[in-house]
T-cell receptor, first 115, second 109 residues
């Protein structure tokens, strides 16, 4: 069974630009959660999508948004990039909604560098 | 806030040594998970502990959940270079996982 895939793996953007990251969950998984990982703050929850609906959202500004498609693939978008957005962005998929205690499986992440 | 404090932050040891890393909170939590994250990869779940005082073993790794369910420890016996990575503890939040900042372990041959 293929794992969670994320594209692209590496990305370099300039301040003020926007970026879209993609996550393909494990086949049959309906929930996708996004996390931001930085050396200073560690792993922080961005949002979770389940059956195309955002179920939960972390404490991030509105520049961070996401969506989920009918095939469970998910994208997250960051607009007006800031230097502080440089991070590893991880997505995790689970069979059921994350809040229902299903195990989450993480992808390898997208390393975003903002210059 | 129900933060998870992990210690030590960094640990560098020689192959064959034993080590223990800790995850502490001021709050009680219903369960705790341990993950290992290798460079360039996402975290991989190692174990979930649920019951106070619970001990789980995974080969050379021993996980313990404190009696009061406020702390947990991970002990590695005879560490190997393949154990190198970031060890994260996490608890359930409102539909998400809340992580500690991790212990970065380096095992030198």
């Amino acid at each position: 069974k293929a794992g969670v895939t994320q594209t692209p793996r590496y990305l370099i953007k300039t301040r003020g630009q926007q970026v879209t990251l993609s996550c393909s969950p494990i086949s049959g998984h309906r929930s996708v959660s996004w996390y931001q990982q930085t050396p200073g703050q560690g792993l922080q929850f961005l949002f979770e999508y389940f059956s195309e609906t955002q179920r939960n959202k972390g404490n991030f500004p509105g520049r961070f948004s996401g969506r989920q498609f009918s095939n469970s693939r998910s994208e997250m978008n960051v607009s007006t990039l800031e230097l502080g957005d440089s991070a590893l962005y991880l997505c995790a998929s689970s069979v059921g909604a994350a809040g229902d205690y299903y195990e989450q499986y993480f992808g390898p992440g997208t390393r975003l560098t903002v210059t | 806030t129900q933060l998870l404090e992990q210690s030590p932050q960094f640990l560098s040891i020689q192959e064959g040594e034993n080590l223990t890393v800790y995850c502490n909170s001021s709050s009680v939590f219903s369960s705790l998970q341990w993950y290992r994250q290798e460079p360039g990869e996402g975290p991989v779940l190692l174990v979930t502990v649920v019951t106070g005082g619970e001990v789980k073993k995974l080969k050379r790794l021993t996980f313990q959940f404190g009696d009061a369910r406020k702390d947990s420890s991970l002990h590695i016996t005879a560490a190997q270079p393949g154990d190198t990575g970031l060890y994260l503890c996490a608890r359930r939040g409102q539909g998400n996982l809340i992580f500690g900042k991790g212990t970065k372990l380096s095992v030198k041959p």
